[in-house]
């Protein structure tokens, strides 16, 4: 998925970075993807997830990094702040996790509020909105776009069908090792 996520970020000549370190006292950790937009601001932050295997530590994780990811990366790239955040959970379109979104809806719905609008505004190359946001996003690495969304949100994940298995799964088609 990061591998999609950043050649189409790039496109839009954002600055990508992947496997991203922070730190913030005793928190430290690593953002998946992360696209800066200096001109306008803005950040977007990835956290992909290709199953749950312990819910409160995905929450927790993502949670830190929506805290102190912005604020350290921007005094480290010497800008003051930035105008928009988007923070993303982007969960694979498999059938291991979409069961784990489903029978925890509450959680993710209280962990990931926001429409996914404000990752369909970078993944597009718009204008990002203003303020932070946190969003899940349910995502077709291979999806053949002009048959298939590549992407959807929280609520039409409670129905939708899944496209894979599991990680394995979606790696083979892929074509990954």
Not at 52 to 73: D, H, T, V, W
Not at 118 to 145: E, I, K, N
Request: one cysteine or more; glycine letters at 6%.
């Amino acid at each position: 998925m990061g591998e999609l996520e950043v050649a189409r970020l790039s496109a839009f000549k954002h600055e990508v970075r992947v496997d991203e370190p922070y730190q913030h006292f005793q928190f430290a950790g690593r953002a998946d993807v992360v696209a800066i937009d200096r001109a306008r601001r803005a950040l977007l932050h990835i956290e992909n997830r290709t199953r749950f295997p312990n819910i409160g530590e995905a929450a927790g994780s993502f949670n830190q990094k929506r805290e102190y990811l912005a604020n350290r990366l921007a005094e480290r790239i010497g800008i003051d702040g930035f105008r928009s955040e988007t923070h993303a959970m982007i969960v694979l379109w498999s059938a291991e996790a979409l069961h784990s979104v489903r029978i925890r809806l509450e959680t993710f719905r209280a962990l990931c509020p926001d429409p996914i609008d404000v990752f369909s505004a970078w993944w597009d190359g718009q204008d990002p909105p203003s303020g932070r946001h946190r969003t899940m996003v349910v995502f077709d690495p291979a999806a053949d776009v002009g048959k298939h969304r590549r992407f959807i949100d929280i609520e039409t994940a409670r129905t939708a069908d899944p496209r894979y298995r599991c990680y394995a799964d979606a790696a083979r088609r892929l074509g990954s090792p």
